[in-house]
């Protein structure tokens, strides 16, 4: 599966549709989900193009995959939620069982309440 550079987030990255941004950096971009399913709940993408995390892990360099993770933690603590703010849970549908929507690599962290139970 090669990556389709008309994803709904590949057209965010090229400003072609507008998000509520939350933070970017050089790696990555990360904006409000337009759908939230919990009090908090935001979206951080590599700006790379990768589909899921299992492309990300085979392309991208050590220095990407440091920098999206590291910024997964600064985000949390931007949005107060970090383990010692109450917390937050963190999600990547990856592929067809898991439902994956949006053919570009994609962390959810939900937080900012109680987010019950692990899979619904
Ligand atoms: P997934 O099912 O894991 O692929 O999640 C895709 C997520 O992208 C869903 O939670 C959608 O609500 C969200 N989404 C889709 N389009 C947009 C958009 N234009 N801006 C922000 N979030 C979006």
């Not at 090229?14 to 941004?21: D, M, N, S």
């Not at 970090?82 to 939900?110: D, K, M, W």
Request: proline fraction near 2%.
């Amino acid at each position: 599966m090669s990556y389709d550079k008309n994803n709904i987030f590949a057209k965010i990255l090229r400003g072609e549709i507008a998000c509520k941004k939350v933070y970017e950096n050089e790696f990555v971009l990360s904006f409000y989900d337009i759908n939230p399913q919990k009090k908090i709940h935001v979206l951080v993408i590599p700006k790379g193009e990768y589909i899921n995390l299992d492309d990300f892990v085979d392309k991208a360099s050590e220095k990407e995959i440091v920098e999206f993770n590291k910024a997964i933690t600064h985000i949390v603590k931007m949005l107060k939620i970090s383990n010692q703010e109450g917390g937050y849970r963190l999600l990547s549908n990856t592929g067809h069982n898991a439902g994956q929507e949006v053919p570009h690599l994609h962390y959810h962290i939900f937080g900012g309440e109680k987010i019950g139970k692990m899979v619904i």
